[in-house]
């Protein structure tokens, strides 16, 4: 079997476990055999009956010592069987498995791996997992046995079983991507060792060396496709040189506010690169409300001044509107003509845009997607600037930097980004922080409360809404579904509020899987007031602009990474009016109760992101996966500097000597970076 075959021919996997395993993102091969361990159980030492400790997980080895009876009690099925050895005896028990008592024999002897209390002066253990003791290679004792990330209805023993067959069905065959040099250099362990000692570790040492090989061509990969789009993106060859024109301070005196420190910092970076022969490749990373748009509109009017054409994208209609009328109204006015390009335009409207770009009638171009159309060509496209960057994969960026002769880039993000993992994203870019926020803008309470406090709440929403405020409400799912069913969802939850003293309000709700049309219908009802609350989704964590929104209370705050929950947070205290956030949750646990209160504590997203980063880790760091960036199945960026350090010399030493990596022992590193890079959002 190949590593991209699918999993449908694996042992053990029948049409029931196919679906739940394609739940988990599992498919091919390679998916399951990356399906990593969350965690180990040390169950080398087998032990006596007379060894067993009541209130621990014990593994032991006994005979059947009765025949095994099935007792009904209630709804339930209680199977019996008393075990032995020569130390003494114990009673095990099983509930509502009744076909155990016919598959346990008198006499044979088996494994069993389970919790043990004393009850009546009996040692009991109830529910344990169990095998022959005969068996010439044991599944669930005797090694160290991986315990796996599940989604519903799947066990720990079944996933094991499946990557089990899967691991002896590739033994062997799986290709290393780094020659026996670097390895030696880097003191990696060969690839197949290393995934089979990641799921079936033989000892400490065998587990040790397989992660640190795992880690360390994760963090390669990244590293190397970053250095590799670098190039592609031709930073090597002359870009635009702008002048800067003379009258671009009475543009800032014209502003009805007053430029932060932080914004014209960013500003004056952005003035050096644009009138450099090198194409400028800068992020603009700043908290949300921190004034992005305001530079973008600094940058734009350098480009138009010099006779070049801006193209600005947006993820969402939504924003790409929000953005457009704001731009507009400073640049109308400095007769720059600006454009609209959007999904809802009429086919007539769209082509009319198509004619004005191509013939120089439009210089700044604000649109979605629509405007990396293979059919639109602009004049002279001099910038181009994405925002909200993180949803934009590189291949739509560089359909739209294809469209000028080496236009100048501005990438936009609100999301705060650690920079220990800002230098895994964006290697190959400048990093312009805005870390101040502008005069006037409101500090928001933030609150941890559980449900008991529902009541309580909702008269304070309903407080707001007489003051004509409104309201956010953030649920994780759409629809609720037997498998996380202790989720709030954001039909029902509308259900239930419409049932409450708030009913006499108008309620809305919105979420991704409605159309563009009925998405941008209803936020714009919003935004004129004429709802006062709306029960969304985080399609809102980028959205339009809300001055009038004050409340946002946020369902299963845990399910939410921090970076998240403060973007969430962002949407209201945009006014002038006290803002509140409110997180929901009856998790508990140490680590809950540490995020919620960074949340209380602090209104910085880099404090916040660090945070995120140390407590989740990456593969969690951004939430839930619609962001597009790479998600780490082992290395945390926390924890794992060194080997970062490491993996970044071997990715730089291996794009100076092979640039477009046409070297055969470099051509599948190529083929996994080429197989990654439509998923790398910069």
Known sequence: ??????????????????????????????????????????????????????????????????????????????TNVEVSDDTGEAEVTWFNQPYIQKVLKPGVEYIFVGKVRRAFGKLRVESPKYELANKSELMIAGRIVPMYPLTYGM????????????????????????TEKVRDKYNLAEYNYAIKNIHFPYNDEAYNKAKRR???????????????????????????KFSIPSDIDSLEKALPFELTGAQKRVVDEIKIDMQTEKIMNRLVQGDVGSGKTVIALMAMYICVKNNYQVAMMAPTEILAVQHYEFLTKYLERLDIKTGLLVGSLTK??????????????????????????????????????????????????LKLTDKGENPDIIVMTATPIPRTLGLILYGDLDISIIDELPKGRQKIDTHHVNSSYKERMYNFVKEQIEQRRQVYVVCPMVLENEEMSELESVITYTENLNKTHLGKYKIEYIHGKMKAKEKNDIMTRFKNNEINILVSTTVIEVGISVDNATMMIIENAERFGLAQLHQLRGRVGRGLHKSYCILVTDAKGKIIRERMNVMKNTNDGFIIAEKDLELRGTGDFFGTKQHGLPEFKIANLYEHTDILKESQQAAREMIEMDKCLSNEENKNIKEKIENIIRYIAL
Do not use: W
């Not at 993102?25 to 965690?39: A, C, N």
């Not at 040390?42 to 009765?66: H, M």
């Not at 004049?379 to 181009?384: E, H, K, P």
């Open 214 to 240: 795992l880690i360390f061509e994760e963090l390669f990969i990244v590293q190397a496709a970053l250095l590799y789009i670098k190039d592609k993106l031709k930073n090597d060859i002359k870009g635009i």
């Open 348 to 397: 007539k409207q769209k082509e009319d845009m198509y004619d004005k770009l191509k013939n120089g009638q439009i210089d700044v171009i604000i649109g979605t997607h629509a405007i990396i159309q293979e059919s639109l060509e602009f004049n002279n496209l001099g910038l181009v600037i994405t925002d909200e960057q993180h949803r934009f994969g590189v291949d739509q960026r």
């Open 155 to 178: 066990s720990q023993h079944n996933l094991q079983k499946i990557i089990k067959n899967a691991l002896e069905k590739l033994s062997g065959t799986l290709i290393d991507i780094f």
């Open 1 to 78: 079997m190949k590593i991209f075959d699918k999993i449908e021919n694996i042992r053990n996997v029948g049409k029931k476990t196919l679906e739940k395993l394609r739940m988990m993102h599992i498919q091919t091969l390679e998916d399951l055999i990356t399906h990593f361990p969350r965690d180990y159980e040390d169950r080398t030492e087998i032990n006596t009956i007379s060894q067993l400790i009541d209130g621990e997980s014990c593994t032991f080895k006994a005979s059947i010592a009765s025949i095994p009876i099935n007792t009904k009690f209630k709804a339930k099925v209680i």
